[in-house]
């Protein structure tokens, strides 16, 4: 019988390092559950997986479309859930990496999903509050944040194409499969300060010239992603390039706060573990012993 495991938790805890060893020791595949790694774009911002960084581990969902096309959480559904049936009738264990909770939702729960009917519908000219706006408009009670922008333009666009409201009734909790949850999490200051550092980095490596030849290519999917977000301003004259690295810091920030939140009020049964940053190899071990013993 397969074993999947679930591995949840804001950004720079670790995710994909202990994915990467938790395939390892139990020889299985790996399925991506994050938005930003599906694109094939090398995508700095996203922080993706290199394949150095995968060690021989097969990986699912990444790397399938390019920025320029439409592909919506009802795509990712019907994707992945191929996959995994796949990979369950062949008796192989997965391990899913989630960083976009409501893609694990899609992947796991009974969440059901219309296919969203394909249209020119262009929202990434529109300023975050600006979609909170439209939101409002269609339903006042949406509850959508003003800066989780995905969920903002994927409410709108279900909307207009289907004249239908998603309401709280269509994100039903009820698991499809049997798999178990690790969450990892740290101390709050000590992720912003990861999350302040890896936007330097990402800056050091060439962040600004590879945002700037996407921007010129006109992508829509490109201010969907922080950094680009960001960066698409400070092109249109609109930040400086300082407001603008500021600005992605502070977003980063906001998505991390706001993954915990998810993870903590829409799932249950996670078996949360403390990333030790000064010696990583401990909390792998922690995460190892107790699945060991829920085996």
Known sequence: MSKIILIVGPTATGKTALSIALAKKYNAEIINADSTQIYKEPLIATAK???????????????????????????????????????????????????????????????????????????????????????????????????NRHRLERYIKYNKNTGKIITKSDEINKKIYDFITIGLNAPREEIYKRCDKRVDEMFENGLLEEAKSIYDKHFKNFTTIIGYRELNEYFNNNLSLEEAKDMMKKNTRHYAKRQITFYKHQFDNIEWFETNYNDFNITIHNVMDYLDKTQ
Do not use: C, F, P, W
């Open 49 to 147: 997986i290199t394949e150095e960084e995968k060690e021989g581990i097969i990986h699912h969902m990444i790397d399938i479309k390019s920025l320029k096309d439409e592909y919506s959480i009802y795509d990712y559904q019907k994707d992945a859930r191929k996959i995994l049936d796949k990979l369950i009738s062949e008796n192989k264990n997965v391990i899913i990496v989630g960083g976009s909770g409501l893609y694990v939702k899609a992947l796991l729960y009974d969440y059901n999903l219309e296919k969203e009917s394909s249209s020119n519908i262009d929202l990434s000219n529109y300023s975050n509050q600006e979609l909170k706006d439209m939101a409002d408009e269609i339903d006042i009670n949406n509850n959508i944040h003003v800066n």
